[in-house]
């Protein structure tokens, strides 16, 4: 039975904007609080009762491009098992993470969560063997699914995020410069490749591609053993107690130098292995041949994906960056493996 509210008062009142807003004066210093948000790019009246971030998280979670993460490649490419990781649930993973080192910290935790959430929005079919396809199209030599993530969210899907959510999608992998302003994106950072490298661990092992014997001692020696306590929880432990000892989001230095091992060993041995080169190979092949026909029927691509003001190539790559595994295979057998021909 629910409980009755005390006598004379209301059994419900309304939580307004401010009053969340006020709540936010108890976070970490460090933390960045809606009411000091630098804005969107164009202005708004502000909700009654949510605050920009929480506006922002809405945004994404109700965005096509979000959606689409549910059929997109993390490691598995067209994955048939139920429990294989996708692009969304490495997204929920990730935010959940990232939320659990935000409230031990005492961040904003609807900012983490929006950020982490838009994080990988831009996102090519296959992963990151659709990335390096693409990267070969561009002139600098570098198709960025992070710069993609902030193209969605301006311009092909425009939800005028505010400047710290846009930063935190611009800077959530490693490899982009400068990195993330605010404290939050620094939590996704982390929280990106905690939950990446754990749950591909899981996968591969699933798939009977490693085994639990096959982790270096120098990764178990800090992490413990794989089927022992949660890895997971040892590394969000790692990020908040250093953290709390050094005045900035970060990680200690031992399970720092045991992650950087726990990578290399999954790329030899799982990202990089033969098999999932030979499978690669098909799959970057699928991406050109769909950029190539697409580059001389520009035509076909329909007007939801298509932005007037941008270059041809812009357009062709806006397009098959937007779709999931299964609807590139889908597109690749229409265009190049017709049914029904003698």
Known sequence: MSQAAPEGSAPLAPVTREMREAREVHLSPLATRSADSRGREREEVPDPYRTEFERDRDRVLHSKAFRRLKHK???????????????????????????????????????????????DCGHTPFGHTGEAALSEYVEAGQWLHSEQGVRIFNVLEPRNLTWEVIDGIRAHTWRVKPPPHTAEG???????????????????VRAGVISADDVPEEITE?????????????????????????????????????????????F????????????????????????????????????????????????????????????????????FRPRGLV
């Open 186 to 204: 620094w939590a996704c950072r982390f929280a990106d490749r905690i939950a990446y490298l754990n749950h591909d661990l899981q996968d591969a």
């Open 73 to 119: 490649t993390q490691v598995f490419i067209n994955p048939e098992g139920d429990h294989i990781v996708t692009r969304m649930s490495h997204t929920l993973q990730v935010t959940q993470v990232a939320r659990a080192i935000a409230v031990a910290l005492g961040l904003n935790e609807t900012l983490t969560e929006a950020i982490c959430l838009a994080h």
């Open 268 to 335: 030899e041995r799982v990202y990089l292995r033969p098999e999932a080169r030979a499978q690669a190979d098909r799959a970057r092949g699928v991406i050109h041949q769909l950029v190539e026909h697409l580059l001389h029927h520009p035509d076909q691509i329909p007007d939801s994906y298509r932005i007037a003001e941008a270059d041809t190539l812009t357009q062709v790559l806006d397009y098959v960056a937007g779709m999931t595994d299964r609807y590139a295979l889908n597109l690749h057998d229409e265009l």
């Open 222 to 266: 800090v992490l413990g053993p794989l089927n022992g306590r949660s890895w997971i929880n040892g590394m969000i432990e790692a990020v908040i107690d250093e953290s709390v000892r050094r005045g900035k989001v970060t990680m200690s230095a031992d399970v720092l130098l045991a992650m950087k091992h726990f990578r290399e060993f999954m």
